[in-house]
């Protein structure tokens, strides 16, 4: 990798450049160069002088900067001359450029700037369109501005030729002043400049963006700025609604401004057709009562320092979202930071030393502590240190502060003083007095001896005075015109004195005196007030420690302030390529300054000795990470988002989930997708703790997922996005979901009081709830829920209180969780993670249609379905292009007929019906105009979960008995279904042994369908003719009971699934009703009436209080869903034990609920008695029943 610069400027004005391939700070070979500020760019660095020029520093490159200047010289024919440069009136002028509308004559022409040279004289282009010619350079046409040709013809009565002179930048490495604008307007005075944009355009580097801002506050561009032209050829005001104070543009299409209130403006619409954008955005001050200082800009970062010298990092800054979404507080204390290439932050701290963040990465772009830039400077080994309150006593006021903003001298700019620092004087904190030479290496003085001790505490040395401002001559000037009479306390120390107590050098004082004070950029009158202080305050040895100074002090054989090292002003990385792995010699300090970099004394001391713990434990440090607390990690990646509005189709993305970290510990992520509509960048952002559900989905076998909101779920419109590989998606999904759960402080494997579900693909997940669920103070709507996923495939799952989860497969395979949810598994427990295997069915319908001619074919009308279908026959599906149900599926048959289907089939697996889509049947009849047969294939999945396989009987449907959290049972009754329709109990479960020892058979006289155990040991089940059944006798000491017992259904309809609470039963028909069993009492179990509480519902799921919760076939108003939403069963307690209304959650394929392991019951308060007249009996069985 080639060496690139650091530049850096002094409180003097002097300019420094630091190679990434060297290990010594290099100073402008321009030794009269002053400049305000620089900014940096790939291969150039411009700067501000203080003569308010623009200067710009060009790197030497191989290919040198060439510019060709041209001109066409015009000629007209006529009868006398010929040719000639006698044109008509209307014609364009003798010598003009290719439109021929400006003139441009060849002694015209005049070099931009010193930095050009003419590398020849004017020469004619003899080629015409790129081709050689004969004709001397001439190209013919019938008239200006007609298209020109190298053939003269017989009308050709104009011609015209090229002339073309090049001229060689020469001012490469070298500073050189940008001239100003002529003949337009030139800005007033800059304050601040910034350089930018550059990887906007294909060629990286080549097309730099410079804005600039004056000091009445305007915004310039400085337009023309091209690989041939690196200076640009004028200025263009952007128009601003406030008065703009400092400003920084990215590498890419950020730009953000500092305005004098404290606020900052953001610009949006750049582009490289655009590069000056549309409109401003206002954005707020990160602190609520501290305006900011400065802000600097990245690719796809921002960071602001206010003026309490606080650091800031805004989150989710990118391209598509150039204002961010929130503030994050980043340890350290700096005056000015600036983001260079990859991202990468360096700062000038609160001690003038200057500090580079470290850890900053595409995946963690806030960093993660700040370490010194510890270069060799001038022709010493000596490293320049951070500095601390004891080596540089200057110490910023507010004055400094608005300096350091606007780079002027103005009194007027500055801001009220700290009130708390008003009264303070900095006071020279040391055990023995000693000379701290200003930017030496960071070690301390030795102690004097024991001898010695008398002498120094009597001979105190004074600090290095370091000038700060212009009007810091008046302070020279004032202390030089000083008698001893007015200040008794000072005394002057004898120079070889000072020598003799430390080999530190101390500033001289030459004989020559009156020459010009070096022009300074940034207010240090504080230091004025801590000389005065010092001078006059008492010593901590007792004694006083002052020095006087003359205005010759300001002239040394180095210059001033270069005999210790620089104090620095200012920094720009925008030409250092670094990045956090880089391994520069000048980056690897001895410890990290991970805290604030505050500069007391005592602080400085506690840095001092954090360093050398550091220096001892420095290969532990290595490893941990640092500063982790107010940190920003970032996750990017590519995937395909559904956009489900037309055209709907799959839309290449961006994604990135951000996650700050306060300094509490607490976490905060955002999930944001961006994309380009109609060449317009826009993104979506989704707050992590608003997702209620991430759930896997089946769309055109895509590795897709769906993220749902509260106001999505609200909406059935979540965000679907795919990912190329299954990988991918888990890996997302995983993300995603860790950062749910942390968010909402959900760690472990779920709880006891859980909701499970199963969506239609298969997918198992887990709702923890709060401490009631049914309490309505305390009740959560459906749609705030969050669902998190467990790995693993099922069809339905069952749970209850004490612990035990149940699944069956879709091969009708059982499984008992095991209990090791979210972690991953150690060597001790591996074996709590199973493999798990499924199997299911895909089907496709063959449709036919009977005419007189042939028989039953498939061409079928135009008003048919496809000939091949679902069955629903609204969507086409042919054997070829079905595929498995996603990605992570693989064939493990061939296509067969399948004759087993509800409603039977002829031989030949062929249902028959009048017509589409009307009920089919297993027989032809004269009437049966179209038939249909199902086509099956299975599949097979194969993954790794928390469940555990109970062989060898496949099952159909199970029940754990809901029963409350404190209840105390050897075993735990478990009743099943086979997938042949026949009973079961499991024997010898309980929450040690969760999958208990043996089957036992209960013998029946009809297959079943859907069974259920409530409280008590109340055991229903429907047969598969729809026949209800209540298993009598049923005990701990008799878990099989005795005989079954025959409820009647409700009228004209057929059951086929039911829940058993603890005194309430609810079962669903084949029409998707939900009927509740009245009259239910200990003495009559069997209860008395069915009475039909709603429709819609597929599958109910009644708790161990007799909570209800369905999954809904449809959402009312959103026709489009898919079937299977969440439901909860509002009002239900023991006055109301049906509820009152339905609470609509999440939905579009989910197909089982469980609600049985939540038994937190609520407080009740007492209720009184019903109002009104007896409600009438009820006609049950011939005899009237109460309800």
């Given at each position: 990798m080639p060496a690139t610069l650091l530049w850096a400027v002094d409180v003097y004005g002097r300019v420094y450049s630091l190679s990434t391939a060297g290990q010594r700070w290099e100073r402008a070979d321009d030794m009269l160069l002053e400049l305000k500020r620089v900014t940096a760019g790939k291969g150039r660095c411009w700067g501000i002088g203080c003569d308010h020029h623009i200067y710009l520093n060009m790197m030497p490159g191989?290919?040198?900067?060439?510019?060709?200047?041209?001109?066409?010289?015009?000629?007209?024919?006529?009868?006398?001359?010929?040719?000639?440069?006698?044109?008509?009136?209307?014609?364009?002028?003798?010598?003009?450029?290719?439109?021929?509308?400006?003139?441009?004559?060849?002694?015209?022409?005049?070099?931009?700037?010193?930095?050009?040279?003419?590398?020849?004289?004017?020469?004619?282009?003899?080629?015409?369109?790129?081709?050689?010619?004969?004709?001397?350079?001439?190209?013919?046409?019938?008239?200006?501005?007609?298209?020109?040709?190298?053939d003269k013809k017989w009308n050709s009565c104009v011609r015209r030729r090229r002339w073309i002179r090049y001229r060689r930048y020469v001012a490469q490495g070298t500073w050189a002043k940008i001239p100003r604008d002529h003949p337009k307007r030139p800005p007033l005075p800059l304050c601040d400049i910034s350089c930018g944009g550059w990887e906007m355009s294909d060629q990286s580097g080549r097309y730099p963006n410079l804005w600039g801002v004056s000091q009445q506050g305007q915004v310039w561009f400085r337009e023309g700025i091209h690989p041939r032209v690196p200076e640009g050829s004028s200025w263009e005001e952007v128009e601003v609604p406030k008065e703009v104070a400092q400003l920084s543009a990215g590498p890419g299409d950020l730009l953000w401004a500092l305005l004098w209130d404290g606020n900052l403006l953001v610009r949006t619409g750049l582009s490289l057709d655009s590069p000056t954008g549309t409109s401003w955005v206002e954005v707020e001050s990160p602190g609520k009562e501290v305006e900011a200082l400065h802000v600097a800009v990245g690719v796809s970062v921002v960071w602001v320092v206010t003026k309490d010298y606080k650091v800031w990092f805004r989150r989710g800054v990118n391209s598509h979202n150039p204002c961010g979404s929130g503030w994050i507080s980043i340890v350290g204390e700096m005056m000015m930071v600036d983001v260079g290439l990859n991202d990468q932050v360096w700062a000038v701290g609160e001690d003038r030393g200057l500090y580079f963040r470290m850890g900053v990465t595409p995946s963690e772009p806030s960093g993660n502590g700040w370490i010194p830039v510890s270069a060799q400077w001038g022709h010493s080994k000596e490293v320049i240190p951070p500095r601390h309150d004891c080596e540089f006593s200057g110490q910023l006021t507010e004055a400094s502060q608005g300096s350091v903003l606007s780079c002027t001298d103005s009194d007027s700019e500055l801001?009220?003083?700290?009130?708390?620092?008003?009264?303070?004087t900095p006071v020279l904190e040391a055990a023995a007095p000693c000379v701290v030479p200003l930017g030496r290496a960071n070690t301390l003085t030795p102690p004097l001896e024991a001898e010695d001790a008398p002498l120094a505490s009597q001979q105190d040395v004074p600090k290095p005075f370091i000038p700060a401002s212009d009007s810091f001559i008046n302070s020279l000037v004032s202390d030089r015109d000083k008698t001893s009479a007015s200040q008794p306390t000072i005394t002057e120390i004898p120079q070889e004195e000072v020598e003799e107590l430390s080999p530190a050098p101390i500033l001289q004082t030459p004989v020559a005196a009156g020459q010009d004070v070096p022009w300074m950029n940034v207010d240090l009158e504080g230091a004025e007030a801590a000389r005065g202080a010092q001078a006059a305050g008492p010593s901590p040895a007792g004694g006083s420690a002052a020095a006087t100074y003359t205005l010759g002090t300001l002239e040394t054989a180095q210059g001033v302030g270069e005999e210790d090292g620089p104090v620095w002003a200012w920094i720009s990385g925008g030409g250092c390529d670094v990045h956090a792995s880089s391994q520069i010699s000048w980056l690897s300090p001895t410890g990290p300054l991970t805290s604030s970099l505050s500069l007391t004394p005592v602080q400085s001391a506690a840095w001092s000795e954090q360093q050398q713990q550091q220096q001892e434990h420095r290969e532990e440090i290595s490893k941990k990470p640092l500063e982790r607390s107010n940190s920003v990690w970032v996750r990017k990646g590519a995937l395909r988002w559904?956009?489900?509005?037309?055209?709907?189709?799959?839309?290449?993305?961006?994604?990135?989930?951000?996650?700050?970290?306060?300094?509490?510990?607490?976490?905060?992520?955002?999930?944001?997708?961006?994309?380009?509509?109609?060449?317009?960048?826009?993104?979506?952002?989704?707050?992590?703790?608003?997702?209620?559900?991430?759930?896997?989905?089946?769309?055109?076998?895509?590795?897709?997922?769906?993220?749902?909101?509260?106001?999505?779920?609200?909406?059935?419109?979540?965000?679907?996005?795919?990912?190329?590989?299954?990988?991918?998606?888990?890996?997302?999904l995983c993300l995603l979901s860790d950062c749910c759960c942390e968010c909402r402080g959900i760690t472990g494997p779920p709880s006891r009081q859980a909701l499970w579900a199963t969506t239609s693909k298969g997918d198992t997940m887990v709702h923890e709830p709060s401490f009631s669920l049914e309490v309505p103070a305390n009740s959560l709507a459906c749609d705030l829920m969050f669902w998190r996923q467990v790995p693993g495939h099922l069809r339905c799952v069952e749970s209850n209180s004490l612990g035990l989860v149940w699944g069956i497969g879709w091969d009708g395979t059982a499984w008992v969780y095991s209990g090791r949810y979210g972690r991953q598994p150690t060597p001790g427990d591996a074996v709590q993670m199973h493999q798990q295997t499924d199997v299911r069915s895909v089907h496709v319908y063959e449709n036919q249609r009977w005419n007189p001619m042939t028989g039953y074919t498939d061409k079928g009308l135009p008003t048919d379905r496809p000939m091949w279908s679902d069955e629903s026959g609204l969507k086409e599906c042919t054997k070829a292009n079905t595929h498995p149900p996603s990605p992570q599926w693989s064939w493990v048959s061939e296509w067969a007929v399948d004759c087993n289907v509800p409603g039977g089939t002829d031989k030949e697996g062929w249902q028959y019906a009048a017509d589409f889509p009307v009920t089919f049947h297993g027989h032809k009849t004269m009437k049966d105009f179209v038939r249909r047969r199902r086509w099956t294939r299975k599949c097979k999945i194969t993954l790794r979960g928390p469940w555990q396989q109970v062989p060898p009987i496949p099952l159909s449907d199970i029940s754990l008995m809901a029963c409350l959290a404190q209840s105390r049972m050897e075993q735990v009754p478990v009743w099943a279904l086979s997938d042949k329709g026949d009973v079961l109990c499991r024997l010898g479960v309980s929450p040690q042994n969760p999958a208990g020892s043996s089957w036992l058979h209960v013998g029946t006289d009809q297959p079943f369908k859907s069974i259920s155990i409530g409280g008590a040991n109340q055991v229903w089940a429907i047969a598969k003719d729809g026949a209800v059944f209540y298993r009598g006798s049923v005990s701990p000491q008799n878990p099989a009971g005795e005989c079954w017992y025959h409820i009647p259904s409700p009228p004209r309809q057929t059951l086929r699934q039911l829940s058993v609470g603890r005194t309430s039963v609810l079962a669903v028909d084949e029409n998707s009703n939900l009927w509740y069993r009245q009259g239910l009492t200990p003495s009559y179990p069997q209860g008395s009436a069915w009475e039909l509480i709603s429709n819609n519902v597929t599958k109910v799921s009644v708790g161990p209080l007799d909570q209800v919760w369905i999954i809904a076939d449809g959402v009312p108003g959103f026709p489009a869903e898919s079937p299977g939403a969440v439901c909860h069963r509002l009002g239900v307690g023991p006055v109301q034990p049906k509820g009152q209304s339905w609470d609509y959650g999440i939905g579009g394929g989910w197909e089982h609920i469980s609600v049985r392991g939540n038994s937190a019951e609520a407080p009740r308060a007492p209720h009184p008695p019903p109002a009104g007249p007896p409600r009438p009996p009820t006609q049950a069985n011939g005899t009237a029943v109460g309800v």
């Open positions: 191989e290919t040198p900067v060439r510019y060709r200047e041209e001109t066409y010289e015009n000629q007209r024919w006529n009868p006398v001359d010929g040719f000639a440069d006698t044109l008509l009136p209307t014609d364009r002028w003798p010598w003009s450029d290719v439109t021929g509308t400006n003139p441009r004559p060849l002694n015209g022409f005049q070099s931009p700037s010193r930095s050009w040279e003419w590398e020849g004289d004017w020469y004619v282009d003899q080629s015409c369109g790129g081709e050689p010619s004969q004709t001397g350079g001439w190209e013919y046409a019938v008239d200006f501005p007609a298209n020109f040709s190298p801001g009220p003083p700290d009130p708390q620092n008003t009264n303070d559904w956009r489900d509005w037309k055209p709907q189709r799959w839309v290449d993305v961006g994604v990135a989930l951000e996650q700050s970290t306060k300094s509490d510990g607490r976490k905060d992520s955002i999930f944001f997708v961006y994309y380009t509509q109609y060449d317009e960048k826009k993104y979506l952002q989704v707050f992590i703790n608003e997702v209620t559900a991430l759930v896997p989905v089946l769309r055109d076998c895509h590795y897709a997922f769906a993220v749902y909101t509260a106001q999505r779920t609200k909406q059935r419109w979540p965000l679907v996005l795919a990912a190329q590989t299954e990988k991918d998606m888990n890996d997302w």
